[in-house]
C-alpha cells in the first residue's frame, strides 16, 4: 500500500523516490531474435520446423528451428542461452529476413542436456505357445 502523504520527488525512509521502487521485481532480459540472413538475394523464408518450442531453455549457438527458402534450408540458430519464450510465426508461415522470430529470455537458468530417462522395467516373460502336432 502505497501512504498518501507520499509525492513524486519525495524521499522515502529507504531512500528510494518512488514509493514503487520499494517493491522487489525481476527484470527479464529478453532479446527478441530477428530472422537472420540466408543469403544472396534470398529475402524470406517458410518456417520448415521447430526444433525447440516455447518454454525451452537453449544453448548458444543450439539449432532450434529450420527456415525453407527456393534455393536452401537454412537452420537457425540461438545467439545466446536462455529461454525461448514466444514465436512470432508458427510452422508454415513465411517471414522475411529482418522480422522478429522470437523472444529469448537471457536471465533463465536451465540446461539443454535430456533428462535421464527411467529405467525400463523389465517385462514378464510370456511364454510362447507350442505349436500342436497333426493327428
Not at 535421464?116 to 500342436?132: G, N, S
Request: zero cysteines.
Amino acid at each position: 500500500m502505497i501512504p498518501k502523504n507520499i509525492h513524486n520527488n519525495t524521499r522515502l525512509q529507504s531512500g528510494l523516490t518512488s514509493p514503487l521502487m520499494a517493491y522487489p521485481t525481476r527484470n527479464f532480459a529478453a532479446e527478441i531474435v530477428k530472422v537472420p540472413a540466408m543469403g544472396d538475394s534470398i529475402s524470406e523464408g517458410v518456417i520448415e520446423e521447430f526444433v525447440k518450442f516455447a518454454g525451452d531453455f537453449v544453448e548458444a549457438d543450439e539449432i532450434i528451428a529450420r527456415i525453407e527458402t527456393d534455393k536452401v534450408t537454412v537452420d537457425i540458430t540461438a545467439p545466446q542461452s536462455g529461454v525461448i519464450t514466444e514465436y512470432y510465426a508458427a510452422e508454415g508461415d513465411t517471414v522475411d529476413v529482418g522480422a522478429d522470430f522470437y523472444k529469448l529470455d537471457t536471465d533463465a537458468k536451465g540446461s539443454s542436456t535430456p533428462k535421464a530417462a527411467a529405467p525400463e522395467t523389465p517385462k514378464a516373460a510370456t511364454p510362447e505357445p507350442v505349436p500342436q502336432a497333426a493327428t
